[in-house]
């Protein structure tokens, strides 16, 4: 039976601007006011780019010893901090790629039950480290938490317990009210310096085939990333399309674009769940995506509430773009139904998901009679 309060710590790299540092904030914050959690935010370098609630303790074990690997400091610090048994939580909640090379040792050593999260698919980073990690390591955590479906077969071959656990969305839903009008703006969202990940680097020559037939139309691309801004700027620069493409660096009011914008585009090559994508269509802006590997499909009903794109086909896209942009009537639609479709992704519902799975975890370890 799970303790009258649990305790909850979540760990990750660092706590800087980026989906699964903000999932973690989301979660944290949803958490910490159920009188019956007790949580902390557990990082091992970098700054913090999401408010945390004030009843979230936070604790950063940022030394830097002889190594300088986060994986090796981390995992003795950890180590070290978990010496003391008060200092141990119920529940340990891992995320990002390799902090399993820290964590799970850690958790298995002192006993503590140990989910670890996935935040992307599994062949967007499958690297020797990462497949030793999963082939090996991955079968002590008590549960492991994926995106989507798509990567259900994978990791059931991983750990016992696997958990399809899909970002919570940010923002809440937005019900345009009676003669709300929105800018000839195309949005784009996300780190220029992904530029290969996110497609931008194929999204300047879609923009090359349709823009010039709309004239009125504007592409703004939301994101930092100063290597990713200079390759793209010459791309824009050798399209002639400097006059209809915009650059508008980080911002802090993205939900307000994406309410005054008619059509939000995702080129990305491949995803896990976009939050970018649930934040867009919680806006009711009519998005465009390719059905990339994964998470676009999980979310865009093709036809009903967006447009979705045979992946990575680009004369399909400037086809569908061209008339998404020609036909106001079809953007309304796609406007109006796209947050019908966030139930799923609410706060409230993933928030559920994770005090289920938490309760099981624990409830799994108790001693047996």
């Not at 039950?113 to 996935?118: A, G, M, R």
């Not at 010459?234 to 660096?249: A, D, P, R, T």
Request: hydrophobic fraction near 40%; include cysteine; aromatic fraction near 10%.
């Amino acid at each position: 039976m799970a303790p009258s309060v649990t305790r909850v710590d979540f760990l990750i790299n660092k706590m800087t601007a980026g989906g699964a540092e903000r999932v973690i904030s989301l979660l944290a914050n949803h958490l910490c006011q159920d009188p019956a959690y007790r949580v902390r935010v557990i990082t091992f370098q970098g700054e913090d780019a999401y408010p945390l609630d004030e009843r979230v303790e936070r604790v950063r074990l940022h030394r830097v010893f002889l190594f300088r690997s986060v994986v090796v400091n981390g995992f003795f610090q950890l180590l070290w901090f978990y010496r003391k048994k008060k200092n141990r939580p119920d529940v340990m909640s891992s995320h990002i790629d390799l902090l399993g090379y820290l964590t799970i040792p850690v958790a298995f050593f002192y006993g503590i039950p140990l989910i670890v999260s996935e935040h992307n698919n599994h062949k967007a980073n499958n690297s020797r480290w990462q497949r030793f990690l999963w082939n090996y390591l991955y079968r002590i955590p008590k549960a492991v938490t994926i995106l989507t479906g798509y990567d259900l077969e994978h990791f059931r071959k991983k750990n016992r317990r696997v958990v399809v656990m899909p970002n919570p969305c940010t923002f809440p839903l937005f019900n345009a009210p009676a003669g709300h009008t929105r800018r000839r703006e195309i949005l784009s969202i996300g780190s220029l310096n992904r530029y290969h990940q996110k497609g931008y680097d194929n999204l300047i020559p879609i923009m090359a085939e349709v823009l010039p037939h709309f004239p009125e139309w504007k592409l703004k691309m939301v994101g930092g990333g100063d290597q990713g801004k200079a390759l793209l700027e010459s791309l824009v620069q050798k399209h002639g399309l400097k006059g209809q493409i915009e650059f508008m660096g980080i911002r802090s009011d993205v939900q307000e674009l994406l309410r005054c914008a008619e059509i939000f585009i995702l080129p990305s090559r491949f995803e896990g769940l976009p939050m970018v994508l649930l934040e867009a269509m919680s806006q009711g802006i009519a998005c465009i995506s390719y059905d990339c590997v994964s998470g676009p499909s999980d979310v865009i009903a093709g036809g009903e509430n967006g447009v979705l794109v045979p992946d990575q086909q680009p004369a399909k896209m400037v086809e569908s773009l061209k008339e998404l942009m020609s036909d106001e009537g079809l953007r309304r639609k796609y406007q109006q139904n796209a947050p019908l479709a966030m139930d799923k992704f609410s706060l409230e519902q993933v928030g559920h998901s994770w005090k289920t799975l938490i309760r099981e975890v624990l409830n799994d370890t108790k001693p047996q009679h």
